[in-house]
């Protein structure tokens, strides 16, 4: 098991800590905390992730993207 910090920036911010398996990849992660990888960008130590890379147990932010007209 590796250990996730996590932190959602959504207008507010969430912060947590994860247990995960070592197998899990990003979009699990997104899963397992009920969010939609559609709107969302993901990022490790500060740099953008494909959600299909495994995760390490680093520091994660979830940035959820805004648009409108």
Do not use: C
Not at 15 to 35: A, H, K, W
Not at 36 to 47: D, K, S, W
């Amino acid at each position: 098991m590796l250990k996730v910090r996590i932190k959602i920036l959504s207008g507010s911010v969430k912060q947590e800590t994860r247990e995960v398996p070592e197998d899990f990849t990003y979009e699990n992660l997104l899963g397992s905390l009920n969010i939609n990888p559609e709107i969302v960008l993901v990022f490790r130590n500060g740099n953008p992730v494909p959600l299909d890379e495994n995760v390490t147990p680093d520091d994660v932010e979830i940035l959820r993207i805004v648009s409108g007209g």
